[in-house]
């Protein structure tokens, strides 16, 4: 069955087959109701009226008393083991599974954070096909016993999903492989994708069957559940969603080439937190949010933070680490010591060193680049042929296909060729177990190593530097195998590839490139030959990170800031807006509302004497548009108001009035503001006014030299010099590049103009120098004081703006209206209707917003209907504006 919540998105899961993975829990006795009922149509057997469902829809956004804190842990694979019950009895026995992450963040955090009472609740797949008929049985089972919400997927669409999308589109291109020919990554394919957002929202559906969203902490794991964020935020806006990313994030340039590129990166802003291990992760991601969608970043007291439709996205680093405990109690158990005894007698005793690697069976574990290395080793020094071994432990392959068998056949003939080359008869260089192995086996093989080698070209963290770490630490039964002493300093030493999630904090390991194979080789070289006592402090410099930063301190850092994040968001307006992968929710604050045209009109009609003021860059024409001169729909429209003897309208750009005169000549009424405001004209056939003393602008021969040197250097960046300002735009040039050119502009200019009577300034993609004091707040106050001065006080008052330099006048407008309404001093009239709007959901002084400027233009062109309706129209009297609604910026005469 699925969710009523979610009747309206099913198109997101066109074409996925998703039959089988919707149905509910099964309950003890009539029914199990979860928590907190959220949502109608969940629960079986709970009947409700469509004004039952409004009312727990509506329940749900109100808190309730929750018992203790709860954390519901989303993930592809829960973590338990199954298995079928031997013989005729049938049914299936599960337990934890000790090696999942999942397990390892819950009991460190219970054991050692402070969250013992924390509850926490598992939603995912179960890594063996369960028959229909015994789905109630287990999820009942899993429930009751493990708090685990089992998603049930029918096999095709599993594997189309698994092996499909994630591993054969998601996980190649995230680790850097194009699929520039079918045999290199799969090529995109629309089901596969289908497939991926069905799966993605049965897990939706399941979470919404025991989430309580007021009260509820979500953490969903990893690339297979990226659009997930979505599904939840659409049923509850104010969700506490955090995400983290095992894997890498790619490169702009790699990512752009997949055709869900957008989808995917929205549906991750829907997220409150973004985790990802390495800041070169994030550092992608956030580049691929600029170049993608626009968005720009700001670190805001230590935190990286994006502004998404007044939602601040937080984006977390910082490397998952080892559960130290689980670790510590393998290297007690007898098998443990027995098998390092094994060991020690096997290499050591026979005057052997063990280099030793650990790694999964596939293409990017680079085990073919470590046996190559191997190799030029024994060959440029034959000193250590019959002296070091080195152990390839290969773990089973995650994903399955053409290239897992590959790498395994190319690993063979090495291994031989190795073998074959260098052997002796008592003496074989590599040792290849390619085999599954016990946990206790593969910590005595760390025990043993002279040195861990991990040499993958590409790996989101890997943990396995970290485990080798704590196994060389040891204790003191291995301490007694080993024959060392009480006080004996432990040592360990690490060749890591430069391209793991681990290297950055491995500050005392031999970082390598892996492609390059003699840098590797010299790697192991130098590894085996360093001294004792360099080995010993490069191991108490990891081992003293490793072990403060384990898993449960990753894993409460996470949650502490996912509870930092999500504080203000009751107190925040919010709705969803969007159609399926599109959609996303605006938070606003609460005095921040969209400006009614009904309760604009209304106002218009009753007032007599308006002013108009308004921006004309992003507010009448869009920032993206590539003519930047007004429409005659513009022009007919502002004459319109124009002609309104109760109006004054303004335009205040920061255009130069030549091309404000060239422009708006029609415009016989309209006022215009040129240079934010430094020049002012009432009427087409006045004179321009200065609003300031005129200045000397013999500072632009400091300033533009330095203008041109930027502009050569960055490509697609041009400068416009106006009467008394100068601007450098790179809107058209790289955005990354440009914005970084543009701060460096900004510093320089302040330098080299700190004597000058200029303010340099950084607005949306450009730098401009202009004097001291001008601001289109400034010829806001000199035009209510000539209305002032006329006797005439504005009982309307309409501001529309877009960017930084608006929000001058914004202040002004607002500071006249609140003095107004105190009876205080005033430009203004005391009942003065005043709407100070921005264009865009985002912090600003004005109390309205439109969402762009197509919305302020058909405001406008209503406004102009209504004038022209109010008008008596004579013989050859133009007809009235078409209606419509939009925003714009007048001044009453």
């Not at 998404?308 to 007690?332: A, C, D, F, M, W």
């Not at 074959?420 to 260089?429: E, K, L, S, T, V």
């Not at 004054?648 to 934010?676: D, I, Q, Y």
């Amino acid at each position: 069955m699925v969710s009523r919540s979610y009747s309206n998105l099913l198109e997101l899961a066109s074409g996925g087959g998703g039959g089988g993975g919707g149905e509910p829990l099964p309950f003890l006795g009539r029914r199990r109701v979860p928590r907190v009922v959220t949502a109608p149509g969940i629960v079986p057997d709970l009947d409700a009226s469509d004004d039952d469902a409004d009312a727990a829809s509506a329940a749900s956004d109100h808190s309730s008393h929750a018992p203790r804190e709860r954390v519901i842990i989303v993930a592809n694979q829960l973590p338990v083991r199954a298995s079928r019950r031997a013989g005729g009895a049938g049914g299936w026995d599960f337990a934890w599974d000790e090696d999942s992450l999942l397990l390892q963040v819950r009991d460190s955090l219970r054991a050692h954070h402070g969250r013992a009472d924390v509850e926490f609740v598992y939603v995912g797949g179960l890594p063996d096909d369960v028959p229909p008929a015994d789905h109630d049985a287990v999820a009942h089972d899993l429930l009751e016993r493990f708090s685990c919400v089992p998603t049930f997927l029918p096999a095709d669409l599993r594997s189309r999903f698994y092996h499909g999308f994630c591993k054969q589109q998601l996980w190649p291109l995230f680790h850097y492989m194009l699929p520039l020919s079918p045999e290199l990554g799969g090529r995109f394919d629309r089901l596969l994708w289908q497939a991926y957002v069905s799966v993605n929202k049965i897990f939706a559906d399941k979470i919404l069957e025991v989430i309580s969203p007021d009260e509820d902490f979500v953490w969903v794991h990893d690339y297979h559940l990226m659009v997930l964020p979505t599904f939840l935020r659409k049923r509850f806006n104010r969700v506490k969603l955090g995400f983290f990313l095992h894997s890498p994030f790619p490169s702009s340039e790699i990512y752009k080439t997949l055709p869900v590129r957008e989808e995917l990166l929205r549906s991750l802003l829907n997220a409150d937190l973004i985790g990802f291990h390495t800041f070169d992760y994030a550092r992608h991601f956030l580049s691929c949010c600029s170049r993608m969608l626009g968005l720009k970043y700001e670190s805001q007291r230590g935190y990286i933070a994006l502004e998404y439709y007044g939602r601040t996205v937080t984006i977390k680093i910082l490397p998952v680490g080892v559960h130290l405990e689980q670790l510590q109690s393998v290297l007690n158990l007898p098998e443990t010591g027995v098998k390092v005894a094994e060991l020690l007698k096997q290499f050591y005793h026979r005057n052997r060193l063990l280099l030793l690697g650990v790694d999964d069976m596939d293409i990017f574990k680079g085990i073919s680049l470590k046996l190559l290395a191997f190799e030029q080793l024994l060959m440029q020094h034959p000193e250590w042929r019959g002296r070091v071994v080195l152990v390839q432990i290969a773990n089973p392959a995650r994903g399955k296909g053409k290239d897992v068998k590959e790498v395994q056949e190319e690993s063979d003939a090495m291994v031989k060729r190795i073998n074959d080359a260098f052997g002796q008869p008592d003496y074989q260089p590599v040792i290849l177990i390619d085999k599954p192995l016990q946990f206790y086996e593969r910590m005595a093989y760390y025990v043993v190593a002279e040195c861990c080698l991990v040499t993958a070209v590409r790996d989101g963290m890997n943990l396995i530097p970290y485990e080798y770490i704590i196994a060389r630490q040891g204790n003191e039964m291995i301490d007694r195998i080993l024959g060392l002493g009480p006080s004996s300093r432990k040592k360990s030493m690490l060749v890591v590839s430069e391209f793991i999630g681990c290297s950055p904090s491995l500050s005392g390991a031999i970082r390598v490139n892996p492609w390059n194979i003699d840098s590797v080789a010299d790697a192991m070289d130098s590894a085996l030959e360093m001294p004792d006592g360099e080995k010993v402090l490069r191991h108490e410099k990891h081992h003293r990170y490793v072990s403060t930063h384990d898993v449960g301190y990753w894993a409460n850092s996470f949650l502490q800031d996912l509870e930092r994040t999500c504080l203000d968001h009751n107190r925040r307006r919010c709705w969803g807006i969007g159609f399926g992968l599109k959609f996303r929710v605006v938070a606003l604050d609460p005095n921040f509302k969209k400006l009614a045209v009904e309760h604009l009109v209304s106002a218009y009609r009753r007032t007599t004497k308006r002013i108009i003021l308004l921006d004309y860059d992003g507010t009448l024409m869009p920032q993206t548009s590539f003519g930047k001169s007004p429409t005659s729909k513009t022009i007919d429209i502002l004459n319109s108001l124009c002609r309104d003897k109760n109006n004054m309208v303004f335009l205040v750009s920061t255009k130069s009035r030549t091309t404000l005169n060239e422009w708006f000549a029609p415009c016989e009424n309209l006022g215009l503001a040129a240079e934010h405001g430094y020049f002012l004209r009432l009427r087409r056939d006045e004179e321009w006014e200065t609003c300031v003393p005129v200045i000397d602008c013999s500072w632009k021969q400091i300033a533009e030299p330095v203008m041109k040197t930027y502009t050569e250097t960055t490509d697609g960046s041009t400068i416009e010099d106006k009467e008394t300002a100068i601007v450098w735009s790179y809107e058209d040039a790289d955005p990354d590049f440009g914005s970084c050119q543009a701060k460096e502009l900004h510093d320089h200019l302040e330098s080299v103009l700190s004597n000058e009577p200029v303010s340099v300034k950084a607005g949306l993609n450009h730098v401009e120098v202009k004097p001291q004091g001008v601001s289109k707040g400034l010829v806001t106050k000199r035009i209510l004081s000539m209305m002032q001065e006329r006797g005439d006080l504005p009982d309307f008052v309409l501001c529309v703006g877009d960017d930084r330099s608006d929000e001058d006048m914004f202040e002004v407008i607002t500071t006249a209206a609140a003095a107004a309404a105190a009876r205080g001093p005033s430009s203004l009239h005391p009942e003065a209707e005043v709407f100070a709007c921005t264009v865009g959901r985002k912090p600003s002084k004005a109390k309205y917003y439109l969402d762009d400027p197509a919305d302020i233009v058909r405001l406008i062109q209503g406004l102009a209907s209504v004038s022209d309706d109010q008008a008596p129209h004579g013989d050859g009297a133009p007809p009235p504006a078409a209606a419509a609604a939009v925003a714009t910026d007048t001044i009453p005469r």
